[in-house]
């Protein structure tokens, strides 16, 4: 099983729509989880980091995290052409190690 | 205002050669990574230093290795470099601690022919 998991994708959806990704994880002490963003031949940049249970929100970003079931998902409202891109997701566990999924592409139709 | 910068962002080697890809950072953070990205595999952890003085192991470590120079320097070397390693590589830091952004350099393109 590996670490952190996330479906590949692509998943596409219509502008204006609500994007909805999920990443689950096996290591029950992870403590900080990520959502990153990254645009093809470029660098992630974080777009979202939850720590807690429930749900934290910023503008059209909301990550949610669920430590019981251990899956944290991103959800992305009025979807715009501009959000196409692969967005990872990334736990930390013990230590200092962050392990990422192998990330999920998003595909905007205008 | 540099970041995490990263050299060479491309270079091709041939089977057996050796090269050392350079990053250094000028955010005083105190955790540095280095990962590789094939097409389907995510960023996966080669080898990770938590602070001056110490490295660990990630995911993938074989065939690699490293060196945390000062705070701002993290090196990582190709003794015998294999096709195996082609890929792009990111060089990553972050202040540690329980929580804080990732920041990554724009990578480095390596192709092993």
């Known amino acids: 099983q590996k670490e952190v998991e996330q479906n590949s994708g692509p998943l596409s959806v219509p502008e204006g729509a609500i994007a909805s990704l999920n990443c689950t994880y096996s290591d029950r002490v992870s403590q900080s989880f990520f959502w990153y963003r990254q645009y093809s031949g470029k660098s992630p940049e974080l777009i979202m980091s939850?720590?807690?249970?429930g749900d934290k929100e910023d503008g059209r970003f909301t990550a949610q995290l669920n430590k019981a079931s251990q899956y944290v998902s991103l959800l992305i409202r009025d979807s715009q052409p501009s959000d196409s891109a692969t967005y990872l997701c990334a736990v930390r566990g013990s230590g200092d190690k962050l392990t990422f999924g192998t990330g999920t592409r998003l595909a905007v139709r205008p | 205002n540099a970041g995490v910068t990263q050299t060479p962002k491309f270079q091709v080697l041939k089977t057996g050669q050796s090269m050392t890809l350079q990053c250094a950072q000028d955010?005083?953070?105190?955790?540095m990574y280095w990962y590789r990205q094939d097409p389907g595999m995510g960023l996966r952890l080669i080898y990770y230093s938590a602070s001056e003085g110490t490295t660990d192991k990630g995911e993938v470590p074989n065939g690699y290795n490293v060196s945390r120079l000062n705070k701002r320097e993290f090196s990582l070397r190709l003794e015998s470099a294999a096709p195996s390693q082609t890929s792009v590589y990111f060089c990553?830091?972050?202040?540690?601690?329980?929580?804080?952004?990732?920041?990554f350099g724009e990578g480095s393109r390596l192709t092993v022919l």
């Open positions: 990553a830091s972050r202040t540690g601690g329980d929580s804080r952004e990732l920041f």
């Open positions: 939850i720590y807690s249970n």
């Open positions: 955010m005083n953070h105190n955790s």
